[in-house]
């Protein structure tokens, strides 16, 4: 399926939107938990599921944000909202 790369690039910058403000709420909010959830007990069979977490560090990869804490980041106001700009200006093949 085709997808125009603006399509794609609006639907990462507002997952990073959303993440941002959701890291603002704290811990102690339903929402930041479904976000960042760590299952407990026994694990299904079969390759892991995708998480939101996972998701949004491989569109911080892509924008060259790797390996940084994306919670500490979100905090920052001004340095989310320059992601939120490199993101937006993303180039997908």
């Known amino acids: 399926m085709y997808f ?5 690039r609006v639907m990462k910058s507002r997952r990073i939107r959303w993440v941002g403000h959701v890291t603002c709420m704290g811990q102690g909010r339903g929402v930041y ?9 026994k694990r299904p069979l079969g390759r892991p599921w995708c998480r939101w977490e996972d998701n949004i560090k491989m569109d911080l990869k892509a924008v060259g944000y790797e390996g940084m804490d994306w919670i500490k980041l979100a905090l920052d106001r001004d340095r989310w909202q320059a992601l939120l700009n490199a993101v937006m200006n ?4």
């Open 33 to 41: 938990r479904v976000l960042v959830r760590k299952p407990e007990g």
């Open 90 to 93: 993303l180039q997908i093949p």
């Open 4 to 8: 125009p790369s603006n399509i794609v």
